[in-house]
């Protein structure tokens, strides 16, 4: 790690009572620290329980199974044991991990506990706060205990950040004998996490643990990625099945091959429309940035994320703007196509008719800057069970997504009240939380601030937006 420091300490905040839904948990925390003394450059380690505690994620444990079930995005790997059987599932946060976070420890008799909803909007909220309370310049991280691939044993590790960088990327830069690093990317949040462990244990009822000396790893903003920022992009990850999902997953697509049939999971072409950016956004304005840039940054991380989605095989864009069509041609599996018509509805009839029938197609607007690659995946497993459905934006006035199965006449009714036109032409509509990304299409600045209180806003979006 570039100018690590000789030493650093961890200490532990006694002192920190049971938390319960409702609690301020900030105010809670600033009291016990209050007793070490904040420093500036301070690291703030806030095991989840306790935020999920003072969030009321707190549910029956009797529920355990269907909570499990709803939180669970996609299934990474079963194993049946003497026990039962243990899922290790990717949650819409993108993180994988046993039972979907769901977890009875430390939680009172017959409930169990979730994980926070956004782990890095609760950071960023008990940064804020904190900040405030001390006037000390600190960071965040937020951490849970997670097991590993290939290793024995759990580890806690950030599930959620503010004011602290999560990662050191070290590629180009020197080993001590000069030799180039190629490929070493210090996972920071993961070490502070695990550090602060050491200290907190898991049943000391020390909750809250301060690292200090580590204060290069501390920013003034808090509106950086968070832990999300640790989380490998779908493309890269070698490794997104267990091996008996992924025996399953190779055998239905050879047998596909084999017979002809459609034995593997529905693969959609997606259809992204994407307005020339000096038209796109009249009414986004934001003070600083410049609003064709942002435009075309909100299209090109909407188009990224829907690449990344396991259910996509194809992301036909769908545009007249040269300089989106130049950047988006680099990302894997983007095709494009002139838009030649001019108007939304023109645009999307020319996507699906390069579709072709035969393909489960599958309409999605270029302005979900927030979108993450687990809820698309989510909306489409659940479109497979439907002929046609559509996903509502988060008012439900309009809609972020319509679909329609191969060989199914494809009008989608994109436009002014979208959402009833489409339930009137008999679309599905598929209920989601109205806080993913998924949802939260971007019009205006109210609307940016709404997709970026997710936590999740695109790297292009955020890097134009950043306060």
Same mark, same amino acid.
């Given at each position: 790690m570039t100018g690590a420091p000789a030493s650093y300490s961890v200490t532990g905040l006694a002192g920190i009572p049971e938390i319960r839904p409702g609690d301020d948990l900030a105010a809670i925390v600033?009291?016990?620290?209050? $007793?070490?003394?904040?420093?500036?450059?301070?690291?703030?380690?806030?095991? #989840?329980k306790v935020v999920s505690k003072a969030e009321g994620r707190i549910v029956e444990a009797a529920e355990r199974d269907a909570v499990i079930d709803a939180e669970t995005v996609r299934v990474v790997a079963t194993v049946e044991h003497a026990g039962g059987r243990t899922r290790?599932?990717?949650?819409?946060?993108?993180?994988?991990l046993a039972a979907a976070g769901v977890d009875a420890s430390n939680a009172a008799d017959g409930?169990?506990?979730?994980? %926070?909803?956004?782990?890095?909007?609760?950071?960023?909220?008990?940064?804020?706060?904190?900040?405030?309370?001390?006037?000390?310049?600190?960071?965040?991280?937020? #951490?849970?205990?997670? +097991?590993?691939?290939?290793?024995?044993?759990?580890?806690?590790?950030?599930?959620?950040?503010?004011?602290?960088?999560?990662?050191?990327?070290? =590629?180009?830069?020197? @080993?001590?004998g000069g030799r180039v690093l190629e490929a070493t990317i210090a996972a920071i949040g993961d070490e502070l996490a695990s550090a602060a462990e050491l200290?907190? +244990?898991?049943?000391?009822?020390?909750?809250? /643990?301060?690292?200090?000396?580590?204060?290069?790893?501390?920013?003034? #903003?808090? @509106? $950086?990625?968070?832990? =999300?920022?640790?989380? =490998? %992009?779908?493309? $890269?990850?070698?490794?997104?099945?267990g091996a008996a999902e992924a025996w399953r997953e190779g055998y239905q697509a050879a047998?596909?091959? !084999?017979?002809? #049939?459609?034995?593997?999971?529905?693969?959609?072409?997606?259809?992204?429309?994407?307005?020339?950016?000096? !038209?796109?956004?009249?009414?986004?304005?934001?003070?600083?940035?410049d609003r064709v840039g942002l435009a075309r940054a909100i299209a090109l991380d909407t188009i990224e994320a829907a690449? /990344?989605?396991?259910?996509? !095989? =194809?992301?036909?864009?769908?545009?007249?703007? /040269?300089?989106?069509?130049? /950047?988006?041609?680099?990302?894997?599996?983007?095709?494009?196509?002139?838009?030649?018509?001019?108007?939304?509805?023109?645009?999307?009839?020319?996507?699906?008719?390069?579709?072709?029938?035969?393909?489960?197609?599958?309409?999605?607007?270029?302005?979900? %800057?927030?979108l993450a690659p687990g809820e698309l995946g989510h909306a489409l497993a659940l479109a497979a069970t439907a002929g046609r459905a559509f996903v509502p934006d988060a008012d439900g006035v309009g809609s972020a997504l319509a679909t329609a199965r191969a060989r199914l006449p494809f009008e989608p009714r994109f436009g002014a009240?979208?959402? !009833?036109?489409?339930?009137?032409?008999?679309?599905? $509509?598929l209920a989601l939380p109205a806080g993913w990304g998924l949802r939260r299409d971007v019009d205006t600045i109210e609307h940016l601030e709404a997709a970026h209180a997710l936590g999740a806003l695109g790297p292009r979006t955020a890097a134009l937006t950043r306060r």
């Amino acid at each position: 790690m570039t100018g690590a420091p000789a030493s650093y300490s961890v200490t532990g905040l006694a002192g920190i009572p049971e938390i319960r839904p409702g609690d301020d948990l900030a105010a809670i925390v600033a009291r016990a620290y209050a $007793e070490l003394g904040p420093a500036d450059g301070d690291i703030l380690v806030v095991t #989840s329980k306790v935020v999920s505690k003072a969030e009321g994620r707190i549910v029956e444990a009797a529920e355990r199974d269907a909570v499990i079930d709803a939180e669970t995005v996609r299934v990474v790997a079963t194993v049946e044991h003497a026990g039962g059987r243990t899922r290790i599932v990717e949650n819409p946060q993108g993180l994988v991990l046993a039972a979907a976070g769901v977890d009875a420890s430390n939680a009172a008799d017959g409930e169990v506990l979730l994980l %926070p909803l956004d782990a890095d909007a609760s950071a960023r909220a008990l940064a804020g706060a904190l900040r405030a309370a001390t006037g000390a310049r600190l960071g965040v991280v937020v #951490s849970d205990t997670l +097991g590993r691939a290939w290793r024995v044993g759990q580890i806690d590790q950030a599930i959620g950040a503010a004011g602290v960088r999560v990662v050191d990327d070290l =590629r180009g830069s020197t @080993d001590s004998g000069g030799r180039v690093l190629e490929a070493t990317i210090a996972a920071i949040g993961d070490e502070l996490a695990s550090a602060a462990e050491l200290v907190k +244990g898991k049943a000391s009822g020390i909750p809250v /643990a301060v690292v200090r000396g580590l204060g290069r790893l501390v920013t003034d #903003s808090l @509106d $950086e990625p968070g832990a =999300r920022g640790l989380q =490998r %992009p779908a493309r $890269e990850d070698l490794f997104r099945l267990g091996a008996a999902e992924a025996w399953r997953e190779g055998y239905q697509a050879a047998l596909a091959a !084999a017979t002809g #049939s459609g034995a593997s999971s529905a693969r959609w072409t997606l259809v992204v429309p994407v307005k020339p950016a000096v !038209a796109g956004k009249s009414r986004l304005a934001v003070p600083g940035a410049d609003r064709v840039g942002l435009a075309r940054a909100i299209a090109l991380d909407t188009i990224e994320a829907a690449a /990344a989605c396991d259910a996509v !095989a =194809r992301v036909l864009v769908v545009t007249g703007d /040269a300089e989106t069509a130049d /950047a988006a041609r680099g990302i894997r599996g983007v095709e494009i196509v002139p838009d030649t018509a001019g108007g939304l509805r023109a645009a999307i009839a020319l996507g699906i008719e390069a579709a072709g029938p035969d393909a489960d197609r599958a309409v999605l607007l270029g302005d979900l %800057p927030a979108l993450a690659p687990g809820e698309l995946g989510h909306a489409l497993a659940l479109a497979a069970t439907a002929g046609r459905a559509f996903v509502p934006d988060a008012d439900g006035v309009g809609s972020a997504l319509a679909t329609a199965r191969a060989r199914l006449p494809f009008e989608p009714r994109f436009g002014a009240e979208s959402a !009833a036109a489409h339930r009137a032409a008999g679309f599905a $509509e598929l209920a989601l939380p109205a806080g993913w990304g998924l949802r939260r299409d971007v019009d205006t600045i109210e609307h940016l601030e709404a997709a970026h209180a997710l936590g999740a806003l695109g790297p292009r979006t955020a890097a134009l937006t950043r306060r």
